[in-house]
């Protein structure tokens, strides 16, 4: 069964930056696709961006330019790197990681923007 913690939420003003750390564990094959979703109350689930073991990223178009994600494979941990966040980026945003056991969730870390 695999683990997810993520860390780094927490509360910032309009403008300001956040980074967002995800240490996947317990999984005995590897991880796949790794990346982050965001839910607000009353809405689904969405993406915000994912990346794969090679590299090759993809973001939601309304975090483009501003959200980066990255990972380091030697230690199973996925980033995002959170700039210019606006009110509308608050949320609770999830980890989510692939084995080929499925897709696994960490607990979520809330963000939220507001002066």
């Known amino acids: 069964q695999a683990q997810l913690v993520e860390s780094g939420g927490g509360l910032v003003q309009p403008g300001g930056s956040l980074r967002l750390s995800c240490a996947a564990s317990?999984?005995?094959?590897?991880?796949?696709?790794m990346g982050w979703y965001r839910q607000v109350p009353g809405k689904q689930r969405e993406l915000v961006g994912a990346i794969t073991k090679d590299n090759t990223t993809v973001y939601a178009e309304s975090v483009k330019d501003r959200f980066t994600i990255s990972r380091d494979n030697a230690k199973n941990t996925v980033y995002l790197q959170m700039n210019s966040l606006k009110p509308e980026d608050t949320a609770l945003y999830y980890c989510?990681?692939?084995?080929?056991?499925?897709?696994?969730w960490g607990q979520g870390t809330q963000v939220t923007v507001s002066s």
């Open positions: 989510m990681a692939d084995t080929r056991y499925g897709r696994h």
């Open positions: 317990g999984s005995t094959f590897s991880f796949n696709a």
